[in-house]
């Protein structure tokens, strides 16, 4: 059963930091291209970063310089380091396959706030 669960999130004040952790199960996790997706209250679930099966990354124009994506196929396992978070950033934030194919999880909240 293919399962991804997302964690790390939090509340932060802005300029602060958080390092999301996205762990799949039931897929051969080396196999896809990965990315981290996020979605604001009535807004649809947009593309924030991806990586591919042989590290090469990609990073929506809001975050390129604050966000690093990074990927541990041995913990199956990948990370969004978030750097200089501002409130614009506040959402709810998912993992997939960079072509979504796969179960989205739960999702993790990230809340930017003074």
């Known amino acids: 059963q293919v399962q991804l669960v997302e964690s790390g999130g939090g509340l932060v004040q802005p300029g602060g930091s958080l390092k999301l952790s996205c762990a799949g199960s039931?897929?051969?996790?080396?196999?896809?291209?990965m990315a981290w997706y996020r979605q604001a209250p009535g807004q649809q679930r947009d593309l924030v970063a991806s990586i591919t099966t042989g590290g090469s990354t990609d990073y929506g124009d809001s975050v390129k310089g604050r966000f690093t994506i990074s990927r541990d196929n041995a913990k199956n396992t990948v990370y969004l380091q978030m750097n200089s978070l501002k409130p614009e950033d506040t959402a709810t934030y998912y993992c997939?396959?960079?072509?979504?194919?796969?179960?989205w999880g739960q999702g993790t909240q990230v809340t930017v706030s003074s």
């Open positions: 039931g897929i051969i996790f080396v196999r896809y291209d």
């Open positions: 997939n396959s960079r072509r979504r194919t796969l179960l």
